[in-house]
Structure formats: structure tokens, C-alpha cells
Nanobody, 124 residues
Framework: VQLQASGGGLVQAGDSLRLSCEVSGRTLSRLGIGWFRQTPGKEREFIACISGGGTSRYYADSVKGRFTISRDNAENAVYLQMNSLKPEDTAVYYC??????????????????WGQGTLVTVSS
């Protein structure tokens, strides 16, 4: 399974950005997908996850109400819509996948496959 994250960039506080994660190597509906982020010197942090069928989602408190995770299994892609961005959202964002598609998983060790990360910078 290969994941390719994209869509990062430099935005101002209050702006929106949509990240994409293209998945190949396995039928996307058989994979649970999560988004994580990491800043220098800190541990990678869970952001959001979505079940294989897309009917269940879970968010970290820090992004709840501002970020939305979605998926298009026909397009083999998962998205993270980020609204009302704050400077503290600045990080490298990673998408990850696991085979227990019916579960919503939030810890790094639960994920088997990782993308390369895309940098999001939010200026104040």
C-alpha cells in the first residue's frame, strides 16, 4: 500500500486548505485512514480518522468543528478539509492506513502504512 499526501502550503490564519491523500496498492474501502501531524521536537499527533465505508469519523478535540475528513473510494482518495486555520495548526501532515477498516484508530502504532507528509504553514 502506498500513500501520497499533497495540498499543503502557506496560508494565513482563518484561511482554509484541503489536503489530499492518494492511496494505491489496495482497494481503498478495505482500509481505515487517518491523518496525523507533527511539529519539530514533538510527537506525531492524531488529527482525524475515517472508516473504510466512510460512515464513521473521529476527530481530535483540537480540530473538531474546524476539520473534516472524507473519502472517495472510487477515486482512491481521502481528504482533510481544514477551515479556520490557526498558527498552531502549522505542522507536517501525514496520512496513514490500516487494514481494520471497520475500526476508528487513533494511535500511531495502529497504522501499518504511511505517506511522506505535506507541510502546512499558517501565518498569523
Amino acid at each position: 500500500v502506498q500513500l501520497q499526501a499533497s495540498g499543503g502550503g502557506l496560508v494565513q490564519a482563518g484561511d482554509s486548505l484541503r489536503l489530499s491523500c492518494e492511496v494505491s496498492g489496495r482497494t481503498l474501502s478495505r482500509l481505515g485512514i487517518g491523518w496525523f501531524r507533527q511539529t519539530p521536537g514533538k510527537e506525531r499527533e492524531f488529527i482525524a480518522c475515517i472508516s473504510g465505508g466512510g460512515t464513521s469519523r473521529y476527530y481530535a478535540d483540537s480540530v473538531k468543528g474546524r476539520f473534516t475528513i472524507s473519502r472517495d473510494n472510487a477515486e482512491n482518495a481521502v481528504y482533510l478539509q481544514m477551515n479556520s486555520l490557526k498558527p498552531e495548526d502549522t505542522a507536517v501532515y501525514y496520512c496513514a492506513a490500516h487494514a481494520k477498516s471497520w475500526l476508528l484508530l487513533t494511535t500511531i502504532n495502529d497504522y501499518d502504512y504511511w505517506g511522506q507528509g505535506t507541510l502546512v504553514t499558517v501565518s498569523s
